[in-house]
T-cell receptor, first 117, second 110 residues
């Protein structure tokens, strides 16, 4: 079955450490996204990529970095510069990033829960 | 003012009840609208898109009011399994991004 796989599901890190969250999709989608979810807040866009080797900052990109070397993969690195990294991180994909309509909607992975100790 | 606003709830309703949620959006360039369902500590999943003429999927009915800039979700004959958070999502014309509401929590009790 096609889908999006995120790993790890749970991650603990010490302050000052970088950590990389994996996101792999086999849906043949062009566009991929990273969101962050905090209690009481809507999902906020960190980075997105419309095509291989290209990505754009979202609303809260500071302290994060991404790469898109393969269509299937869009890893997110949470760097030590991110002031408040404890959150639920969601990766998503869509056929394209244009005209997000009923036929072209976001599909999410199961998420990665990061806790900074 | 938030771009997409929802009543956080919780809405506590008995099984079999009808419940409705509203969601208001502020950007008049909003062009596509969706309802996602999110279970506790899980990822959001698409419940339904919202079309201009309104649309129904079983017990769920979605409506769009462009003049007043809100969308609604009606759930009839509520089931225990409907307990979740319902996210209102809006796409702005000519952008690549979706704007998510904070969600409305529904709790259906026996």
């Amino acid at each position: 079955d096609g889908g999006i796989t995120q790993s790890p599901k749970y991650l603990f890190r010490k302050e000052g450490q970088n950590v990389t969250l994996s996101c792999e999709q086999n849906l043949n989608h062009d566009a991929m996204y990273w969101y962050r979810q905090d209690p009481g807040q809507g999902l906020r866009l960190i980075y997105y990529s419309q095509i291989v080797n290209d990505f754009q900052k979202g609303d809260i990109a500071e302290g994060y970095s991404v790469s898109r070397e393969k269509k299937e993969s869009f890893p997110l690195t949470v760097t030590s510069a991110q002031k408040n990294p404890t959150a639920f991180y969601l990766c998503a994909s869509s056929r394209s990033s244009r005209a997000l309509t009923g036929a072209n909607v976001l599909t999410f992975g199961a998420g990665s829960r990061l806790t900074v100790l | 003012r938030k771009e997409v606003e929802q009543d956080p709830g919780p809405f506590n309703v008995p099984e079999g009840a009808t419940v409705a949620f509203n969601c208001t959006y502020s950007n008049s360039a909003s062009q596509s609208f969706f309802w996602y369902r999110q279970d506790c500590r899980k990822e959001p999943k698409l419940l339904m898109s919202v079309y201009s003429s309104g649309n129904e999927d079983g017990r769920f009915t979605a409506q769009l009011n462009r003049a007043s800039q809100y969308i609604s979700l009606l759930i009839r004959d509520s089931k225990l399994s409907d307990s979740a958070t319902y996210l209102c999502v809006v796409n702005i014309r000519n952008t690549d991004k979706l704007i998510f509401g904070t969600g409305t929590r529904l709790q259906v009790f026996p």
